[in-house]
Every structure is written in C-alpha cells, then in structure tokens.
C-alpha cells in the first residue's frame, strides 16, 4: 500500500516521521529547526524550510499527515511531482512569513502599550536584551501550514467531490470543506490569538496555495495539457494530461513497426492498443469524478500512476 503513494508525498511523510522521532531523542532539536521571531536571536533563515518538519505532538503530527496522506496523493497524481512539492514548500514557507508578520504585530501591540512613543520601526533597532528575551517564545512548528494549502487544492480541483467531516454524519462538496476550514481558522484567528496555534499559519498557507494556483490557471497549459483544443471542465484538463486526444496526432509513422517485448508490432496495433490504454484511463477519471479517488482499486490507482509516469 505505501509503495502506491507517489514519490513525493511518500517520502514527506517518511521524513516528518523520521523528524518527529528524531525530537523525542534529540533534545533541543525543535528549538534549533522551529522558526523562531525574526528578531529573536535564535531566529535563522533556514528555519523557513526546517520547521515545516517538526511537530510538537503525536496528536499534531498525526493529523497532518493523515491529511498530507489523504489529499496530497490525489493532487500529486494530477498535477505531476514537481508541480506539488514546489507548491507545498513554497506554501509553507508562505505560512512561515505570514506567521512572522503576525508576530511583529503582536511584538507592537505590547510594545506600544508599554511606550506608546515606540513606533514599528523602532522595534527593528531594539537593544540585543530585548531579542535574547524574544527566544523565550516558543518557535512555529509543523506542516499545518503546507497541509492546509493542500486542502485547498484538493477543494479547487475537484470542488464537487463529496468527503466524510467528523463528526457530519453526511458528506459534504470539498469546495464547502474548504470554506468550512477557512472559517474556522478566521474564528480562531481573530478570537483566540493566545491559545498555542499559528492560526495565521494556517491561514497564510491557503492564502499562497490560492495565489499560486489562480497564477497557474491563468497560464496555458496548467495541467500539462498537450495544447489541443477542449473543453474547458477540470477533467477535461486532466485527460489531456494523459495525452488521450488521440485527433491531434502523436506523429507517428503509418509506415513503421516498433519493438514491443521483444517482438515487432504493426501500426495499427500499436495505435489499438494506445486506444486501449487510454480508454481505460478515461474510464478511471470519470470513476473518480463520479465515487471519488479512494474508490478506485489497487490495480486502477497503479495503472492511473503508470500512465502519468509514461505521458
């Protein structure tokens, strides 16, 4: 089952395993890796990428790569490898800036009652006692904030598919998942900025996932289309991804026989078993748009990757 994972989502899980036993036995480890305030002593630019991995309980950690699990698979398999892992690190390194301006805002807030002279940009020429006191609070850690940019995603991309919410006893469209979350994090946002999560991280995730996934719209050929005309609906997109518009010619010879396990294969075999193959593709993607991904089989999810891989 784990080898069914796509690469990239596989080995973000592996590596937020392995990080978060590495800080049961490490001591300090999540001070070192955890993004700290910026104007904090302790704070490194590194931390941007480190404290995506880190996580400050099994309960955290489990929920987020549940969720990394559950819905990044799906985007991996349709948006290509490096597609997604520059989403999600760029994501949470998004989540981490806005975390920080979050921060400073705070730092003000308390700054400015105690001296209301003191202005914002005062704060950037504080005396080094004042940033080795900033180390005592406590750093930003976990993939939370690339999680939710891939919630997001999975609710623009297939916004109509139906998912279970705990404890909703029916399930309900991703595009009303999504707005649901975004709700949420605003509600904790604005009333409970004190209670030990980086909401604003949250938020900050979805909001560059957003960004980012409008920009790519807007340019051609988003989801690895191969420039043929079509429709216009999202799994439209997705099958010119797995080049299966067969109209706008593959530019292969009528004249040639090519070599297939060892034996030489016709043409129009070639190009009847090219049609086979993408027929079943087709039929796969419209299961998915219809029942969801995690009603395709074992066999259809291996041939779904194995025709992406082969595009």
Known sequence: MFNNIPTVTR??????????LATLVIQGLSSLGGLHFFLAGDFHLYQFVTYMFLHAGFTHILF??????????????????????????????????????????????????IDASVGMLDLFSMPEAVSMQLNGWPPTVGASGAVYAI??????????????????????KAKWFVTFYVLIELFYTL????????HTAHLGGMLFGFLMIR???????????NGCSGGSSMFDSIRRRFGRDMSCGSGHNSNMHVERGGSRESDWEYNARKKANQ??????LDKIRKSGYDSLTKEEKKQLFDSSNND
């Open 191 to 198: 009333s409970s900025p004190g209670d030990g999560v980086a």
């Open 11 to 20: 080995n973000l899980l592996l590596i937020n395993v392995i990080a978060y």
């Open 64 to 113: 987020n790569m549940f969720a990394l699990w559950m819905f990044g698979r799906v985007i991996e398999s349709v948006w290509g490898s490096q597609r997604f892992l520059f989403y999600y690190l760029s994501c949470g390194i998004g989540a981490g800036l806005m975390q920080e301006a979050a921060q400073l805002v705070q730092f003000y807030t308390v700054v400015n009652g």
């Open 215 to 225: 920009y790519w719209r807007s340019q051609s050929g988003f989801y690895g289309g």
């Open 279 to 284: 027929d079943e593709v087709d039929r796969i």
């Open 151 to 172: 919630l997001l995603a999975f609710g623009m991309t297939f916004p109509e598919e139906r998912i279970f919410i705990f404890p909703l006893p029916v399930p309900i």
